[in-house]
């Protein structure tokens, strides 16, 4: 290659190979396509650098000396967290972790119950403002989450650069005013918009709580046991909305199913005002600044502090990780498909519904809206296999089982499990729901439904999480992106649907499709490492895990050495191998 061949590299090209990012100059890109993937690539590779080394600079034992450009770099100081460091969250008490999964919990339901609240009150909001199209009656519920849509874009990368605490209370603060305006909405329009701003305030935990949970626990099985109560609440929410709507709107009126909406949110208030701070970045950040105000030194700073920031590493790189891993991740891609169209279905459920069991049985509001409570059995169903998975999963651990050390494993044969209960369960649901089969019959689908879904998302949302690590909260932002655009336009399929293929058929395509989508759990079973293998971030975690672990192997050989009396210099790798065994 001629030596001048660097001169056609760009600045980003220069900056990345100053990092070690790339060797060798890159080959002139014929179209712009390529250049645009290639420059979203080196994005990808940058951003993973950064932000594990960021990671890595907060769980370092000791200080260590600032960049080397700084005008004080003699005196700037590094701190990280100390060896069993108690504000380390990692290092709180069960009891304390226990608290912050129960706030995370309570949250969730608020804002999984939010989205289908209106569900059974949709006749009455239609009488009060003659309403005549079945499409308009399905925007209340679909207009809250195109808020879920727009709302997880902002907030995961956010809570990456800012912290849990703030985007939590922020947001749901904003929820609650915004379920009292709907309440208190004069017309139609009004309401949809108040739904919509609604729906973006709730979807912060949606995308948030799972880096939070992350940020407490760094055993996998522990966090996945804290992933399945989370899981829990946001199907719990869900079902629970249309009885009450059913049973309320009624006898009360459509505006108080908002107002209980609203009182549960403020009694939600008493635990969410005892939530941390859980992102570890922030918590040093702020240790830092208050040794800067203690000491009067100002060149103590945490690693947080000297990450690039400004509103272009804001738009170019926070903002834009969830969008990047959702398309340029085969696995969030893959992953974002399969929950998408169950969790579309899902809400297509609350139309299918009253469409069948008002429709074919005759059934109320109110009782129609308890059809739905075996979903709830088959989640809770759903909870106690998964806990019995992870009692079998961690005797697995203690033995050293080998299956045990690919995140594969860990969790993706409950989605093995849970995908075709789903599709059984979509077939049973239209192939029973008759006249001359009792209502009864149809009803009991919701349990391998429920048990099904809960399954699917328990694994998978796991899996991201042990696969992305520090970007959980990116790739659930991802996920729960493109499941809430399902969940907003499948369900106005719904009536037509039903009306055109009737009861069976319909829920028969359902089935189908969902029988294609069964493959993919069993696909990251088969090629999840060669998958991994294409992914910038899982390469790059992969490669600096390894890289600190012979850095601590190393550290540990000198300390003995240096107890032992013996000379430390030229002491490698190979040495401290030779050593453990």
């Known amino acids: ?40 690539s080196g994005i990808d590779e940058i951003d993973a650098t950064d932000r594990y080394d960021l990671e890595e600079a907060d769980n370092r034992e000791q200080e260590y000396p600032g960049s080397s450009s700084s005008s004080v770099n003699s005196e700037r100081k590094v701190i990280s967290w100390e060896h069993d460091d108690p504000e380390n969250p990692y290092n709180w008490s069960t009891k304390w972790k226990a608290t912050i999964v129960f706030i995370g919990m309570v949250v969730v339901i608020n804002s ?77 329009p009004a309401l949809l918009v108040f ?60 505006r108080w199913v908002f107002w209980i909406g609203l009182i549960v949110a403020g009694a939600s208030w008493i635990p969410m005002l005892f939530l941390p701070e859980t992102f570890g970045p922030t918590l040093l950040a702020k240790r830092a600044a208050k040794l800067r105000k203690t000491t009067g030194n100002p060149n103590i700073f945490a690693p947080f502090d000297l990450e690039k920031k400004g509103f272009k590493q804001l738009a170019t790189v926070t903002l834009t990780r969830p969008l990047r891993m959702l398309f340029f991740e085969l696995i969030v891609l893959a992953t974002c498909l399969y929950l998408s169209l169950a969790y579309g279905i899902f809400y297509m459920y609350f139309e299918a519904y009253p469409i069948i069991f008002q429709g074919i049985y005759g ?52 989605a093995c499990v849970g995908g075709p209960l789903y599709v059984i369960a979509l077939f049973w649901l239209g192939w029973t729901s008759r006249q001359g089969v009792s209502f009864v019959v149809p009803m009991l689908a919701g349990v391998p439904f429920g048990m099904g879904f809960v399954l699917i998302f328990m694994a998978l949302l796991n899996y991201l999480t042990d696969a992305y690590e520090i970007f959980a909260a990116s790739a659930m932002a991802a996920a729960s992106f493109s499941r809430s655009l399902a969940g907003a336009v499948l369900p106005f399929a719904a009536t037509p649907m039903y009306d055109n293929l009737g009861v069976a058929w319909a829920s028969s395509l359902l089935g189908f499709l969902s029988l294609g989508m069964c493959v993919i759990p069993f696909l990251f079973l088969w090629k999840g490492d060669r998958i991994r293998e294409g992914s910038k971030f899982c390469q790059y975690l992969k490669e600096k895990k390894a890289k600190e672990l012979e850095d601590l192997e190393r550290e540990r050989a000198r300390r003995e050495r240096a107890r032992a009396g013996q000379p430390l210099e030229g002491i490698g790798v190979n040495e401290v191998i030779a050593e453990k065994v």
């Open 363 to 414: 059934q109320s509001l109110g009782v129609s809206g308890a059809m739905f409570l075996p979903i709830g059995i088959g989640a809770v169903l759903a909870i106690a296999v998964f806990l019995w998975y992870d009692a079998f999963l961690r005797k697995a651990q203690a033995r050293n089982a080998p299956w045990t050390q690919k995140e594969e494993s860990r969790r993706l044969p409950l």
């Open 195 to 254: 739904r919509v701003f609604t729906g973006v305030s709730a979807s912060s935990p949606i995308s948030v709580i799972g880096g939070v949970y992350a940020d407490i626990y760094n055993d996998p099985v522990t966090r996945g046991r804290a992933m399945a109560v989370f899981m829990g609440g946001t199907c719990i929410g869900p079902l629970i909305a249309p009885l009450i709507s059913g049973f309320v709107a009624p006898s009360l009126g459509w």
């Open 1 to 40: 290659m001629a030596p001048d061949a660097k001169e056609s590299w760009t600045p980003r090209d220069r900056e990345a190979s100053d990092a070690g990012l790339v060797s060798t100059p890159p080959m002139p890109h014929p179209n712009l396509l390529s250049r645009v993937i290639s420059g979203i």
């Open 112 to 188: 999984t119950m939010g989205s289908s609240l209106p569900s059974n009150a949709i006749p009455i909001i239609s009488k009060t403002f003659n309403l005549t199209s079945s499409y308009t009656e399905v925007l209340p519920i679909s207009m809250y989450l195109v808020g879920y849509v727009l709302g997880p874009l902002l907030f995961g990368p956010l809570s990456e650069s800012f912290g849990r605490k703030v985007i939590m209370m922020s947001t749901f603060f904003t929820f609650t005013i915004f379920t009292m305006a709907c309440a208190l909405a004069p017309n139609f």
